[in-house]
């Protein structure tokens, strides 16, 4: 019998629905290890809070949102679809789980990982993605409101460090691709966007990693966790902006006191700069700043009264996916909740 969640219904699901997404399809990796794929990939506070309440997930004092659950269950939709149609193939292998040990000074660190889909004659290791337009447009560079594209750089370190680890294990790897279901695609969005692909389902190609780059990408991954082994959540440093999926929107100037915190709105006409060289260039067209500068050059923002200030976005990722947060089990997230509510 599969395991259930405890979840709790938070944003009125059906009842058939909510009961299906009780039911935990994680399979727990036979051979113990140091930590998985996904978990090498985290940030350290991240993977050392989840390690320590990982025990006590289904007890009844950490039940988690059903809203938290709909996305990664429909991405297990997704690869039961393609486990049910191509599982007896025998060009491909299905759904494997490996292990392969990475040496830090003395000591061993196991790692596993469980890739989707291999084709065995073509030597093809394949990923299913469960994504939305946006995401996609990102990936691929067709955002306009993002500019250059971001690249899908977590699935390249994920599906490398697999296609090292099934090298190892005697599956040749010559290409990697990803797989894509866009979950919110119509033929209406094709034709307000005609670059999106022709169907829900697409493929992309993800760059292969030389030996030499992975094993220097996982000892340093390794290497941040065990840094922090033993420590209390609280005590290590907060995860990165790019991991709490902060994005930047803006550079912006502002008045500032003698210790450079800005004082009320952004300065008209430098609420959307969008770099901090153009922030810069910003001050110092400023006629203040000029004559200022041309009595004393060395004179700092600060000390004209100015500073600049990086407008991101909120932080996605501790807001609806972080276990963490949703368990109010990390300080910075319930230190910014509390200075939101002026607290």
């Known amino acids: 019998m599969k395991k259930k969640k405890n979840l709790i219904n938070d944003c009125n699901l059906p009842d058939p629905i909510f009961e299906a997404l009780k039911i935990d399809y994680y399979e727990k990796a036979e051979q113990e290890s140091f930590c998985s794929t996904t978990e090498l990939l985290m940030p350290p506070k991240r993977f050392w809070g989840l390690k320590k309440i990982y025990k006590m997930h289904y007890h009844e004092n950490y039940a988690l949102p059903a809203s938290s659950q709909v996305f990664s269950q429909q991405g297990h939709m997704v690869h039961s679809f393609f ?5 007896d193939n025998k060009d491909y292998i299905v759904e494997k789980r490996l292990y392969h ?40 560079g067709l955002s306009k409101f993002y500019g250059n594209a971001q690249g899908f750089d977590k699935y390249e370190e994920q599906l490398n460090i697999y296609a090292y680890m099934m090298e190892k294990s005697g599956y040749p790897v010559s290409e990697i691709r990803l797989l894509i279901c866009l979950r919110d695609w119509d033929t209406m969005a094709k034709k307000q966007q005609p670059s999106l692909p022709d169907s829900p389902y697409t493929e992309v190609t993800i760059r292969k990693w030389t030996e030499e780059e992975l094993i220097t990408f996982i000892s340093s991954k390794i290497e941040e966790k065990i840094a922090y082994e033993g420590y209390l959540v609280n005590d290590i440093p907060e995860c990165p902006s790019e991991e709490r999926w902060e994005r930047l929107l803006a550079y912006k100037v502002f008045k500032c006191d003698s210790n450079g915190n800005p004082i009320g709105s952004a300065l008209p006409g430098s609420s959307k700069l969008e770099t901090e060289e153009a922030a810069q260039e910003f001050i110092d067209k400023r006629k203040d700043v000029i004559k200022a500068r041309s009595v ?33 089990k990390c300080n910075y997230w319930r230190n910014r909740k509390l200075e939101e509510a002026g607290l």
């Open 83 to 87: 486990e049910s149609a191509l599982g």
């Open 101 to 140: 040990p990475f040496k830090i000074g003395n000591k061993e660190y196991i790692i596993s990982g469980m890739f989707d889909l291999y084709h065995i004659v073509r030597e093809i290791l394949f990923d299913y993605k469960n994504m939305s337009i946006s995401k996609y447009n990102r990936g691929v």
């Open 296 to 328: 004393i050059p060395d004179i700092t923002n600060t000390q004209l009264g100015y500073t600049i200030v990086k407008a991101t976005s909120n932080p996605l990722m501790c807001m609806d996916y972080c276990t963490l947060s949703t368990l109010n």
